[in-house]
């Protein structure tokens, strides 16, 4: 489900990073769990369940998103957008260089392979962040583990943008209809599919 931006007021370790950076999506996960499972959704995540990677997550894809993803590889090499003057450490330089102390020195969590891979930041109890950059935008991806208000816990995935000029600006406005439309229900429905799967899976070995 998707919330309004207004939804991601919690105060994440995040805002005090990268306050120059804009939330622009904010999103419900159905993946109820208690206060520690946090770590078990980003493993997911990082394996596959977000369609960039793994061997797990390449048979748990859809079509939809491996054509998205595909289709924008493409894009990138074809108008060298992500090429390695573009991205992190020549560009712009990590957000792995604004952390505080106690981040810095903490537990750094998976990083995101594949064809738009994302670099770990940081994993605490209750949020997990990781970027990317490229010629048209540095961004944030964001799970945090919040109350669902039923005495458990859920995930919510936000995604924060830093576009790089007039021509990050254009594309954040071109993908907007498809990020709505098609990335983000495919993604969501592989992570919740992927995570009801394991809790299945987890209560036959209890039982």
């Known amino acids: 489900m998707r919330l309004p931006v207004s939804a991601h007021t919690r105060t994440w370790r995040i805002h005090e ?3 120059d950076f804009r939330v622009e999506d904010v999103w ?4 109820p769990g ?3 499972g946090l770590r078990l959704l980003v493993e997911q995540f990082a394996a596959g369940g977000s369609g960039h990677g793994g061997r797990r997550g390449r048979g748990a894809r859809t079509l939809v998103l491996r054509a998205l993803f595909a289709v924008r590889a493409g894009l990138g090499r074809l108008l060298h957008w992500d090429t390695p003057e573009a991205g992190l450490g020549a560009r712009v330089r990590s957000l792995r ?4 102390e106690d981040l810095r020195s903490g537990e750094r969590g998976p990083d995101i392979g594949g064809a738009i891979s994302f670099d770990s930041l940081y994993l605490t109890r209750d949020e997990w962040a990781a ?3 490229n010629r048209t935008v540095h961004a944030v991806l964001h799970l945090g583990w919040v109350p669902d208000g039923r005495g458990g816990h859920r995930g919510e995935l936000t995604v924060l943008a830093k576009p790089n000029g007039p021509l990050g600006r254009c594309y954040m ?3 907007k209809p ?3 439309a098609l990335v983000y229900p495919a993604l969501l429905r592989t992570v919740e599919r992927e995570w009801r799967a394991r809790e299945q899976l987890r209560g036959e070995g209890r039982g």
């Open 17 to 19: 990073i990268a306050p």
């Open 97 to 100: 260089q604004r952390l505080p």
């Open 28 to 31: 419900s996960l159905d993946t």
């Open 173 to 175: 406005a071109v993908i």
């Open 131 to 133: 970027e990317n950059a």
């Open 178 to 180: 498809f990020r709505y």
């Open 34 to 36: 208690g206060p520690d």
